[in-house]
């Protein structure tokens, strides 16, 4: 699909030579505008063998991981290993503005291609280096999956039950987390070069990336000496006389789950959703609805776990007879502070998405299907998000781009083709 407003990077270019680590980088300045064009081996990169893929049936060219990751990117091969490939290359770089990488560290460097290497090619290029554990440290040359960045960051101790084992985000958010820096780290290096003219080298950690999303989980650790625990439902909270207190935030349902906290004291937001609850209850005509109820006096500071308890039940069976919409529209009639559980059903569903235009839809010819994506992450008057082309076949531009780029006509583009360097 072309886009008549212009974009927000449409005079630069990318090379994206990242695998599933980083790869949604290249994806968000291409949605930026840029044109970004993924760097595989010849064959194609071995990230699309991952799954889930379109249809259910395991193929390269059906990877829905890898298409929601590459869309909107132009695709070329290139073998690395050899120095032809390695020469078309630098004659891209010399050409390109940005060049996001996922390979281990030092390995560019071995075969000549280092960020000192290619700066000598193109000193204003922004060079970003997405790794497991950073380009440094004593873990550099680990490998790891998503899974182990969420682990090893940290916020895995921080999800699930407390009774049952840690858990981790089912998709895998630890390589996406680390790829949206990516591009935030491409774009904050760019606006240097904007004002110097000089480029320079991104360093991501995963892990690193992860452990920023801990936030204050970090801060109670070196503040309180106290190791916050993953709470699922329940949320716990450690009293200055070193009990727990419990309190439930998720709340089961009809259909699922509401998000919403029963308290009072000094919280003047909780406490007045909580009447305001504690009213609808007594307006269906739920048992015992705690209506009478000093709540102002029921800090989570000073309320006793038995109390808490027993005044729990009506709201549970309240919340039982209802679905999420329902208890959605009903609070925001009431001013009750819930947000319902969505599932991604429900997201595709929701008004709010829809009227704000966010879904897009592209066609996949070599799927035989129109596919429907997240649209933009923000919302730009000037220069709006471009609308993703497909993600590419393997080498599907190679004649397009070597030729635009370093003019390579066809007959030469044979010869690299045979020689196995594209």
């Known amino acids: 699909m072309v886009n008549a407003a212009p974009a927000a990077l449409a005079p630069y270019r990318v090379l994206d030579l990242t695998g599933s680590l980083g790869a949604l980088a290249g994806r968000v300045l291409a949605g930026l505008g840029a044109d970004v064009i993924k760097v595989e081996r010849p064959g194609g990169d071995p990230s699309r063998a991952r799954g889930p893929f379109f249809g259910g049936k395991p193929h390269p060219h059906r990877s829905l991981s890898w298409i929601f990751a590459n869309a909107g990117k132009r695709g070329v091969t290139l073998d690395l290993d050899r120095p032809d490939g390695r020469d078309l290359l630098r004659g891209l770089v010399e050409r390109s503005d940005f060049l996001v990488e996922s390979y281990p560290p030092g390995y560019l460097e071995s075969i000549g291609l280092g960020f000192e290497h290619l700066a000598e090619v193109n000193p204003a290029l922004v ?3 997405v790794t497991p554990f950073g380009q440094s440290g ?3 040359d680990y490998r790891a999956t998503d899974i182990v960045a969420w682990a090893m960051g940290g916020q895995m101790m921080l999800c699930g039950d407390e009774d049952r084992a840690p858990l981790r985000m089912t998709a895998p958010q630890a390589e996406l987390l680390a790829g949206a820096h990516a591009a935030a780290g491409s774009l904050t290096a760019h606006y240097s070069r904007r004002r110097t003219g000089i480029g320079q080298q991104v360093d991501i950690s995963m892990q690193e990336c992860v452990t920023w999303t801990l936030m204050i989980a970090a801060q ?15 949320r716990r909270t450690q009293r200055q006389d070193g009990s727990i207190f419990e309190h439930r935030v998720l709340w089961p349902c009809k259909d699922g789950f509401v998000y919403w906290a029963l308290g009072g004291g000094a919280q003047a937001g909780v406490l007045a959703s909580t009447r305001a609850m504690a009213a609808w209850l007594a307006d269906e005509g739920i048992p015992d ?5 000093e709540w102002q006096n029921m800090s989570a500071t000073v309320i006793d776990q038995q109390t808490y308890d027993r005044l729990s039940r009506p709201f549970l069976d309240f919340f039982a ?9 009903g609070a925001l009639e009431r001013a009750i502070q819930l947000a319902p559980v969505n599932e991604i059903a429900d997201l595709a569903a929701t008004p709010q998405l829809e009227d704000r235009g966010y879904w897009q839809d592209i066609e996949y010819p070599y799927l035989g299907a129109t596919l429907r994506f997240p649209g933009a992450p923000v919302k730009l008057s000037e220069t709006p998000w471009r609308s993703p ?14 030729s635009e780029l370093l003019g390579i006509d066809g007959a030469e583009l044979e010869q690299l083709s045979r020689s196995g360097a594209v």
């Not at 070196?222 to 439902?233: F, L, S």
């Not at 007879?321 to 529209?329: D, M, N």
């Not at 082309?389 to 070597?402: C, I, R, S, T």
């Open 127 to 129: 060079m970003t280096r």
């Open 138 to 140: 004593p873990y550099r």
């Open 220 to 234: 109670t650790w070196d503040i309180a000496r106290v190791n916050p625990r993953r709470g699922g439902a329940v």
């Open 289 to 293: 609805a705690p209506v009478d109820v």
């Open 321 to 329: 007879r209802h679905s999420k919409r329902e208890l959605f529209e």
């Open 389 to 402: 082309q497909p993600a590419p076949l393997p080498g599907e531009h190679n004649a397009e781009v070597f």
